[in-house]
Protein backbone atom coordinates (compact mmCIF):
# COMPACT_ATOMS: atom_id res chain seq x y z
CA UNK A 1 0.00 0.00 0.00
CA UNK A 2 2.68 2.49 0.75
CA UNK A 3 4.46 1.95 -2.35
CA UNK A 4 0.85 2.86 -4.40
CA UNK A 5 0.51 6.07 -2.43
CA UNK A 6 4.36 6.94 -3.09
CA UNK A 7 4.04 6.06 -6.88
CA UNK A 8 0.63 8.43 -7.00
CA UNK A 9 2.03 11.13 -4.93
CA UNK A 10 5.61 11.27 -6.00
CA UNK A 11 5.47 14.13 -8.53
CA UNK A 12 2.20 16.28 -7.07
CA UNK A 13 2.89 19.83 -8.01
CA UNK A 14 2.08 22.56 -5.67
CA UNK A 15 -1.62 23.08 -7.07
CA UNK A 16 -2.43 19.66 -6.82
CA UNK A 17 -1.25 19.62 -3.29
CA UNK A 18 -3.40 22.98 -2.31
CA UNK A 19 -6.59 22.02 -4.67
CA UNK A 20 -7.93 19.81 -1.64
CA UNK A 21 -7.73 21.21 1.97
CA UNK A 22 -7.32 17.57 3.48
CA UNK A 23 -4.44 16.13 1.95
CA UNK A 24 -3.02 19.93 2.47
CA UNK A 25 -2.91 19.46 5.50
CA UNK A 26 -1.88 16.06 5.44
CA UNK A 27 1.05 17.23 3.20
CA UNK A 28 2.23 20.00 5.92
CA UNK A 29 2.55 17.56 8.42
CA UNK A 30 3.84 14.09 6.22
CA UNK A 31 4.47 15.78 2.94
CA UNK A 32 3.71 12.50 0.64
CA UNK A 33 5.28 9.97 3.11
CA UNK A 34 3.44 7.15 4.85
CA UNK A 35 2.15 8.01 7.74
CA UNK A 36 -0.38 5.03 9.46
CA UNK A 37 -4.11 6.10 9.42
CA UNK A 38 -7.40 4.46 9.27
CA UNK A 39 -9.72 6.18 6.60
CA UNK A 40 -11.13 8.68 9.47
CA UNK A 41 -7.54 9.92 9.96
CA UNK A 42 -6.99 8.46 12.86
CA UNK A 43 -3.78 7.01 13.32
CA UNK A 44 -2.94 3.63 13.78
CA UNK A 45 -1.48 1.94 16.53
CA UNK A 46 -0.77 -1.17 18.03
CA UNK A 47 -3.62 -1.01 20.98
CA UNK A 48 -6.29 -1.31 17.93
CA UNK A 49 -4.70 -5.04 17.50
CA UNK A 50 -6.89 -7.28 20.21
CA UNK A 51 -5.62 -10.63 21.37
CA UNK A 52 -7.01 -12.10 24.94
CA UNK A 53 -5.42 -15.81 25.10
CA UNK A 54 -8.42 -17.73 24.34
CA UNK A 55 -7.75 -19.50 20.73
CA UNK A 56 -11.57 -19.40 20.11
CA UNK A 57 -11.80 -15.45 20.91
CA UNK A 58 -8.70 -14.76 18.94
CA UNK A 59 -9.59 -16.42 15.85
CA UNK A 60 -12.39 -14.93 15.91
CA UNK A 61 -11.28 -11.74 16.30
CA UNK A 62 -8.44 -12.67 13.36
CA UNK A 63 -11.41 -13.55 10.76
CA UNK A 64 -13.63 -10.48 11.48
CA UNK A 65 -10.52 -8.26 10.81
CA UNK A 66 -9.93 -10.23 7.52
CA UNK A 67 -13.55 -9.46 6.29
CA UNK A 68 -13.23 -6.13 7.57
CA UNK A 69 -9.54 -5.08 5.44
CA UNK A 70 -11.64 -7.06 2.47
CA UNK A 71 -14.23 -4.87 2.75
CA UNK A 72 -11.78 -1.67 2.62
CA UNK A 73 -10.19 -3.45 -0.74
CA UNK A 74 -13.62 -4.17 -2.17
CA UNK A 75 -14.11 -0.05 -1.34
CA UNK A 76 -11.32 1.07 -2.76
CA UNK A 77 -11.73 -0.81 -6.14
CA UNK A 78 -15.34 0.84 -6.23
CA UNK A 79 -13.51 4.52 -6.52
CA UNK A 80 -10.43 3.64 -8.18
CA UNK A 81 -10.34 3.74 -11.82
CA UNK A 82 -6.41 3.26 -12.00
CA UNK A 83 -5.49 -0.14 -13.32
CA UNK A 84 -2.61 -0.12 -11.87
CA UNK A 85 -3.56 0.43 -8.62
CA UNK A 86 -6.41 -2.19 -9.11
CA UNK A 87 -4.62 -4.81 -9.82
CA UNK A 88 -2.36 -4.58 -6.60
CA UNK A 89 -5.62 -4.08 -4.53
CA UNK A 90 -7.13 -7.52 -6.24
CA UNK A 91 -3.81 -9.12 -5.31
CA UNK A 92 -4.01 -7.81 -1.41
CA UNK A 93 -8.08 -8.41 -1.69
CA UNK A 94 -7.17 -12.21 -2.67
CA UNK A 95 -4.64 -12.69 0.28
CA UNK A 96 -7.40 -11.60 2.58
CA UNK A 97 -10.01 -13.80 1.34
CA UNK A 98 -7.39 -17.09 1.52
CA UNK A 99 -6.80 -15.17 4.97
CA UNK A 100 -9.87 -15.86 6.34
CA UNK A 101 -10.36 -19.23 4.59
CA UNK A 102 -7.18 -20.39 6.13
CA UNK A 103 -8.48 -18.94 10.02
CA UNK A 104 -11.62 -20.33 9.77
CA UNK A 105 -10.17 -24.01 9.08
CA UNK A 106 -7.75 -24.08 12.17
CA UNK A 107 -11.05 -22.41 14.38
CA UNK A 108 -12.32 -25.72 12.86
CA UNK A 109 -9.68 -27.62 14.25
CA UNK A 110 -9.59 -26.26 17.27
CA UNK A 111 -13.53 -26.65 18.19
CA UNK A 112 -12.72 -29.95 16.70
CA UNK A 113 -10.43 -31.18 19.86
CA UNK A 114 -12.76 -29.30 22.43
CA UNK A 115 -15.46 -30.89 23.77
CA UNK A 116 -18.11 -31.13 21.02
CA UNK A 117 -21.01 -31.23 23.46
CA UNK A 118 -20.34 -27.58 24.84
CA UNK A 119 -22.48 -25.03 22.36
CA UNK A 120 -20.27 -22.32 23.44
CA UNK A 121 -17.18 -23.90 22.63
CA UNK A 122 -14.75 -23.06 25.70
CA UNK A 123 -11.82 -24.50 26.53
CA UNK A 124 -12.86 -27.20 28.89
CA UNK A 125 -9.90 -27.55 30.90
CA UNK A 126 -11.35 -24.25 32.33
CA UNK A 127 -14.51 -26.31 33.40
CA UNK A 128 -12.61 -29.18 35.45
CA UNK A 129 -13.05 -28.74 39.37
Given at each position: MAAIVHQL???LTDEQVRK??????????HTTGIYPQFASGYPWSASTMQSTGDVIAD?????????KARLTYDNILRLSD????????????EREVVHFQRFGECLRLCKEKMNTKNVYYLNPAFDKA
Open positions: TRNDPLFASYFVDLTEDLAAEQDPDVNNVIRFLR
